[in-house]
């Protein structure tokens, strides 16, 4: 690699050769496990960087083509498999780069001078490649990888994916992200076919504007049928105006592509059902044969064919391509068709009503019907079905259905009744409820549609994609959320990364590839760090560490302050309880020996009793103090079953049967009266007289 010159080598050579000593060093650093770490470090020392940095900059000055090139960038800029073997010789040494980056930041500052013609080089793969953190083996990994053509990923599919994807949980994000991301690579492979046509090439980079031609056309066309479209003698003959012709061919054009353009973009092929491993339901892409998209665009072309080559008013079906290109009236069209199928059934609910009142009306008051001259007809069922199903939606079948009798008359009120019967039930059951029912699921899908768009926006706005950890963490612990969304966990770079492994052969994936491939094979996404960051990795070990060494310190102070004062209340119990009973306990024999050597009788005395402290020390403390939970309740039970009485004292802490102790509870109580030593605390001003000091004792 410090080589700079190969002596009797063709390009094709030295090129695999650095290609072959690029792979080998980044399968030696890409991991971040803990023994993979340690060899990463270690080859990291040993590396040339300079050497790393001129290989780089080699590889970049043959990319940059140029007539004045002689030598080996002159034959590169020649042969296009060579320039692309370069490239990614170049792209690979930057991988290694950026991994040394990745382990030591301060790599630069310590070891390296770079040069203004590096850096350049450096920015220049850096702006062509990606970054993504993936999970394996419950470590948090990085990967570098380069990015051949970012102008795949077109905008408006990144709309309606951002704007689309069900983000009720992580788990749930990630896989629907993952169905999203299915359809985009078999949109993206749809397109390689389309542009290897140029002509097509032309019509689909610049579809958006011909789209937008198609609707200025629309209007203009529109408007001059509105001005110059005159009306003969006979009502139904138009003449159309002489200049409409030659803005008619255009329209026809930019319609037909208009038409053709999205069926292109969009439809599933035969080969690509095929090659599909999923029900087409999965797509969110694919538009079939016989929907409402494709049914569209028939109309859409053979509208404009019939305007221009039979009457002009077709060109009216073209304005409504204004909803193509208006978010807000797409809104409003979803709202009405995303609950498409409960107001079609709602509808024909109402149909099926109408009809049944128009029996009603048919049977018994067909005769009150005024006839031709209100064009209310009912002399057979299904005019009388028609009539009602007219006058019954706007409302004027309540004025018109008035029953007459021969004479003219108005009838009587039990004639009327049944009538107002009817109008009654048909108000409440067709205008009231059943068109309120069908205005409701309207609102409803409004504001189904807005909570939609307001959940998705405080989700991209507070929470990241990939990890979906809240944008304080990345304010207080990263480097900020806007630069951790664009640069760490950038949605689009996992799709970038998804395409690079299908255009990278198996044979030359690296071992994170090769992980992320087998497990994309399966349908598994567990390298999705969820919850999880590099940045913040140190934040949540230290969370973590911290928060033990802070439990175990204070647990540690309350033991060592507990059994303080379990000695110094041992201490002063077992002195009183021998200061008590010390004449019963003693035999006779030693209270001669007191009495002959007061003195050293009383070395004895204390020496058995610091003897028996010590032993009943041990015992006490070999009592668990504070039972579990579950000892407490058994030992409730326990109690509970062998007596009716059930208080405070069963929690009593106890030594022995024999031996019975204060409560815990009360062992404050005690050491407020006493000193270290076990002695009653002197109160001043208690009448009581200092022992005079002995001035022999030390």
Not at 170 to 191: E, G, N
Not at 491 to 516: C, K, Q
Not at 625 to 631: E, F, I, K, L, T
Not at 632 to 656: C, G, I, P, W
């Amino acid at each position: 690699m410090r080589t700079a010159d190969f002596d009797n080598c063709e390009p094709e050579q030295v090129v695999e050769l650095r290609q072959t000593i690029a792979n080998l060093v980044i399968s030696l650093i890409e991991e971040n496990s803990a023994e993979a770490i340690v060899i990463a470090r270690e080859v990291k020392d040993t590396l040339d960087k300079k050497a790393l940095y001129r290989v780089m900059t080699e590889c970049y000055e043959a990319q940059q083509s140029s007539k004045k090139s002689t030598g080996f960038n002159r034959l590169v800029e020649e042969d296009k498999e060579l320039r692309e073997a370069v490239y990614s010789v170049g792209f690979s040494f930057y991988t290694i780069l950026a991994r040394l980056y990745d382990i030591d930041p301060t790599i630069a500052k310590k070891e390296l001078q770079i040069t203004e013609l590096q850096q350049k080089a450096f920015k220049f793969f850096k702006k062509n490649s990606m970054t993504i953190e993936i999970l394996k083996n419950d470590n948090l990994q990085k990967i570098h990888f380069r990015v051949k053509n970012k102008n795949v990923l077109r905008e408006e599919l990144k709309e309606k994916l951002k704007w689309n994807v069900d983000r009720t949980s992580p788990s749930t994000k990630v896989r629907d992200f993952m169905d999203w991301t299915k359809a985009i690579l078999k949109d993206i492979q749809y397109q390689k076919k389309v542009l290897s046509n140029p002509f097509t090439i032309l019509l689909t980079r610049f579809w958006l504007i011909w789209n937008h031609c198609a609707t200025l056309t629309a209007v203009i066309l529109n408007i001059l049928m509105l001005i110059g479209i005159e009306s003969s003698d006979t009502p139904t003959t138009l003449k159309p105006h002489p200049w409409i012709p030659a803005l008619e061919v255009n329209f026809r054009t930019c319609a037909a592509y208009s038409s053709g353009s999205d069926e292109m973009r969009q439809k599933k092929t035969e080969d690509e059902e095929e090659f599909s491993d999923t029900d087409s339901d999965g797509d969110k892409l694919s538009v079939s044969l016989f929907s409402i998209p494709t049914l569209y665009y028939i109309i859409f072309f053979f509208s404009a064919l019939a305007g221009t080559f039979y009457r002009p008013y077709f060109f009216a079906f073209h304005l409504l391509n204004i909803v193509n290109n208006n978010q807000l009236l797409q809104g409003v069209i979803q709202a009405v068709t995303m609950n498409g199928l409960s107001l079609i059934w709602v509808s024909v609910l109402g149909i099926a009503i109408m009809y049944l009142f128009s029996v009603i009306a048919f049977a018994q008051f067909r005769h009150a019907f005024p006839g031709p001259n209100n064009l209310m007809f009912c002399r057979d069922l299904h005019q009388c079905f028609i009539s009602v199903l007219r006058f019954g939606l706007i409302g004027d079948l309540f004025d018109n259905l008035v029953p007459e009798d021969a004479a003219g008359e108005k009838r009587s009120f039990d004639s009327f009744l049944p009538v107002a019967i009817f109008h009654i039930a048909f108000f409440i059951l067709i205008t009231t409820v059943g068109l309120n029912i069908i205005f409701g699921i309207i609102v409803d899908t409004f504001s189904e549609l807005r909570n939609m768009k307001w959940t998705a926006e405080v989700d991209m706005r507070d929470n990241c994609f990939i990890c979906s950890r809240n944008s304080y963490d990345f304010e207080h612990h990263g480097m900020g959320f806007d630069y951790h969304v664009r640069q760490e966990h950038n949605m689009w770079a996992y799709i970038f990364f998804f395409i690079h492994l299908e255009d990278t052969a198996r044979n030359d994936y690296t071992s994170l590839d090769l992980h992320v491939y087998k497990l994309l094979a399966e349908e598994k996404y567990d390298f999705f760090p969820l919850n999880r960051a590099l940045c913040l990795s140190a934040k949540d070990e230290d969370s973590t560490d911290s928060k033990i060494d802070e439990l175990l310190h204070y647990v540690k102070n309350l033991v060592s302050h507990q059994k303080k004062e379990v000695r110094i209340f041992v201490r002063y119990t077992i002195k009183h309880k021998h200061s008590r009973g010390g004449a019963q306990t003693l035999g006779g024999a030693e209270q001669a020996e007191e009495v002959a050597a007061p003195g050293d009788g009383r070395r004895r005395r204390s020496r058995h009793n610091r003897e028996s402290s010590c032993e009943d020390e041990d015992n006490f403390l070999s009592i668990p103090r504070v039972a579990s939970y579950r000892q407490l309740n058994q030992e409730a039970k326990d109690r509970q079953a062998t007596s009716s009485r059930n208080s405070e004292d069963d929690y009593k802490l106890t030594m022995s049967k024999e031996d019975k102790r204060p409560p815990l509870s009360n062992i404050s109580a005690f050491l407020m009266n006493i000193d270290e030593d076990g002695e009653p605390r002197r109160r001043p001003g208690a009448g009581q007289r200092a022992a005079p000091r002995n001035e022999d004792q030390p």
